[in-house]
């Protein structure tokens, strides 16, 4: 089971956020590499993952007040040799050395990643949030999901059981016993037909008057 409890800045990174700091540019991510390196030396020296096995740069990035968090989905697609995921790196552009590592997280325990083929096609989705206090420090956190392969993000999907009090609503203001079904009408044609059947003109005297409605439909009356 994933335990990313080591994750820190390295020097260069800090060198960038200490220029971020002074106002002099923005934090710009630029990359995520997953790899299966162990490092023994010093992780804050390190300017690229040891061994990288995995690259994206479709990533979003967020913040929330002090917060900000970049969130990707680790796949095996492209992946031909499986690989215990042990190490991340977050790259960022530095205005004067180009790309760096900003920072660095490693995985005592890490999940093995399989190789693209066959049925196991998987997905995993990573959480690198970092909290910026008011003096500059940055604290690092991971967040990784479980692996999923496709069979069961399938069977997710089509599954509503967790989601019955829902469904069995929409049932009863269909009609249906499938809460899937098309409806009958839909809410643009109830509204229409409303409109047809709307009083546009009254004279409402007991002794003469007449109800006219939007379709033509004309009630009179009088004596």
Do not use: C
Request: proline residues 3%.
């Amino acid at each position: 089971m994933a335990e990313w409890s080591n994750a820190t800045m390295t020097d260069i990174g800090a060198d960038l956020q200490a220029k971020v700091n002074a106002g002099k540019t923005k934090l710009t991510f630029t990359k995520i590499k997953v790899g299966s390196g162990v490092n023994a030396t010093n992780p804050l020296a390190l300017t690229d993952v040891i061994s990288s096995k995995w690259e994206t740069t479709n990533f979003v990035v967020k913040q929330e007040g002090k917060i900000v968090s970049v969130d990707t989905f680790i796949t095996n697609n492209g992946i031909k040799e499986a690989f215990r995921m042990s190490e991340i790196g977050l790259f960022a552009n530095d205005p004067d050395k180009g790309e760096i590592l900003y920072a660095y997280l490693t995985d005592p325990e890490p999940d093995r990643m399989p190789a693209e083929g066959g049925a196991v096609v998987v997905s995993q989705e990573l959480t690198i949030g970092m909290m910026f206090s008011n003096t500059g420090n940055v604290s690092l956190t991971v967040n990784m999901g479980a692996l999923v392969n496709q069979e069961q993000l399938k069977e997710h999907n089509s599954s509503t059981s967790s989601h019955s009090p829902i469904t069995d609503q929409i049932k009863a203001i269909l009609g249906s016993a499938n809460w899937k079904d098309t409806p009958a009408s839909t809410l643009v044609t109830i509204k229409n037909l409303l409109g047809q059947g709307a009083i546009v003109a009254s004279k409402l005297d007991a002794s003469a008057g007449f109800v006219k409605f939007a379709n033509g439909f004309t009630i009179q009356w009088g004596i």
